[in-house]
């Protein structure tokens, strides 16, 4: 079993910048691929990115190509999600997920293809 705790959210300007972490335990991280999903109040959860398990390749939705950056550091077990030029429309429960059967180079943008999900960390960007 994999356990995954999200910290780092929070309230902030729109503009601002946040950096969320996911912190794994149990399983063995460099065998997981890992993505971020959010969900929104009144809505579905929604795809916001993902990195492979050798961490060569990361996909996003469009929503926020250009202004977050997935990143990995294997020796923390940790998973980061660098938001940038944050936008009201980015408020939403952040949540991290784990793909314990992705092969070694995909980064999947499915909810369905994710085995571990943590409790989620609230974002709020104020206009």
């Known amino acids: 079993q994999v356990q995954l705790v999200e910290s780092g959210g929070g309230l902030v300007q729109a503009e601002d910048s946040l950096r969320l972490s996911c912190a794994a335990s149990g399983g063995t991280f460099n065998r997981l691929a890992l993505g971020w999903f959010r969900q929104a109040p009144g809505k579905e959860r929604e795809f916001v990115a993902a990195i492979s398990r050798s961490a060569s390749n990361s996909i996003y939705s469009e929503s926020v190509k250009g202004r977050f950056t997935i990143s990995r550091d294997n020796a923390k077990k940790t998973v980061y999600l660098h938001m940038n030029s944050l936008k009201p429309a980015d408020t939403a429960v952040y949540y991290c997920?784990?793909?314990?059967?992705?092969?070694?180079?995909?980064?999947?943008?499915?909810?369905?293809?994710?085995?571990?999900w943590g409790q989620g960390t609230q974002v709020t960007v104020s206009s």
């Open positions: 997920a784990a793909d314990a059967t992705a092969i070694l180079m995909v980064a999947r943008s499915r909810a369905s293809d994710y085995d571990y």
